[in-house]
């Protein structure tokens, strides 16, 4: 897929460095999703959309969802995110990237583009791959021009220029991954650490004495202020706590569906444990995190864990001793798993 490159390769020569263009890079691959079945998770409003048209040189966007999609014949543009999330060829394209962190694996975005049709010129924060479906397109990355069809593959790094401009009817797949900045963690931080009480001491100030500028702040005032936000501490492991159920929390429009059980409950024992398209499982040692929320597992189980995160899929017999049957039925009931015949 990387044209011949190995991960390693591609990770130390490209990755956020310069684009890769790889001709066939997917062979033929010509897409998972027509229009017509893009418009119907436009019209969802647990999906993420916008169409863009363009009107000599603005692009006019709307976001989604629409109630009703009229595709233009051209220079009209509808683009869904987190197409893995409902079609499990687009989570398969996704799970392609996984020599890159699940931490950094952010979405499949699928755009359908009429002829002329395109977002226009613009950077984006994140790494991008771009994997083209059925019909062509021209890219402008950089000062470099690439025309991708069927199966084809561009590699552009964060904050590089590009505009891909559809030559008939078209679609492009791209794989989105998500870096976040500083300033995004640390509000996530502080709001993390407010939820988990934050040092409450009551001001008093029984000394007080009148006073002849009542718009001064009192030195007092400040003094304990500044003792009490000094008392605000953390250590790596509240870091670490903090990122991983910062990492898997699901987006806001993102709904599990609870498992229901029938008639035909099948026993964990002998199901194949698979996890739910939606659902993020990232650990650090024995500390697991899905969904937002943190579990710490006892050591003697936490390989077994670590193999279902890691690889999607595991084999129930592995997950089939207590306490972890117990968590792994709770996340089947949740809907963040699934078991499957094997
Ligand atoms: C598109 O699919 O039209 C836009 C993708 C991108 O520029 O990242
Ligand atoms: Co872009």
Not at 47 to 73: A, K, L, Q
Not at 97 to 110: E, K, N, S, T
Not at 219 to 242: C, E, H, N, P, Y
């Amino acid at each position: 897929m990387l044209g011949g490159l190995t991960p390693r390769a591609f990770l130390r020569r490209h990755w956020q460095k310069r684009p890769l263009f790889v001709r066939g890079a997917l062979p033929r691959f010509a897409g998972m999703i027509d229009a017509s079945a893009l418009c119907v998770l436009a019209r969802r409003d647990d999906v993420e959309s916008r169409i863009v048209e363009r009107r000599g040189n603005r692009w006019e966007t709307e976001h989604g969802p629409f109630e009703r999609i009229s595709i233009r014949d051209s220079r009209w543009t509808i683009l869904v995110s987190g197409v893995n999330l409902h079609l499990a060829a687009a989570d398969d394209l996704l799970r392609r990237f996984q020599f890159i962190p699940q931490a950094r694996l952010d979405d499949v975005m699928v755009s359908y583009a009429t002829p002329g049709g395109g977002v226009g010129p613009h950077v984006d924060s994140y790494d991008v791959f771009l994997v083209q479906g059925f019909g062509r397109r021209r890219w402008r990355v950089g000062r470099r021009e690439y025309l991708t069809g069927p199966g084809d593959l561009l590699y552009v790094p964060p904050g590089m220029r590009h505009d891909g401009v559809a030559l008939g009817p078209c679609a492009t797949y791209s794989v989105g991954f998500r870096a976040p900045r500083g300033a995004e963690l640390g509000a996530a931080f502080l709001d993390w650490l407010h939820e988990r009480g934050l040092p409450d001491a009551a001001y008093r100030d029984p000394g007080l004495r009148p006073t002849t500028n009542p718009s001064l702040i009192p030195k007092q005032m400040l003094d304990f202020t500044s003792s009490v936000l000094g008392k605000i501490s953390w250590s790596r492991k509240d870091a670490l706590g903090f990122l991983g159920e910062y990492l898997t929390m699901p987006k806001a429009h993102v709904v599990f569906r609870p498992f229901r059980p029938g008639s035909g409950a099948r026993p964990l024992r002998r199901s194949l444990v698979r996890l739910d398209a939606k659902t993020q499982l990232l650990y650090s040692g024995q500390r697991f995190f899905i969904n937002g929320e943190a579990v710490i597992v006892p050591r003697r189980h936490a390989s077994a864990l670590r193999k279902l995160a890691d690889s999607r899929l595991l084999d129930g017999e592995r997950l089939a001793a207590q306490p972890l049957a117990a968590l792994i039925c709770g996340w089947r009931r949740l809907g963040y798993l699934h078991f499957e015949r094997p």
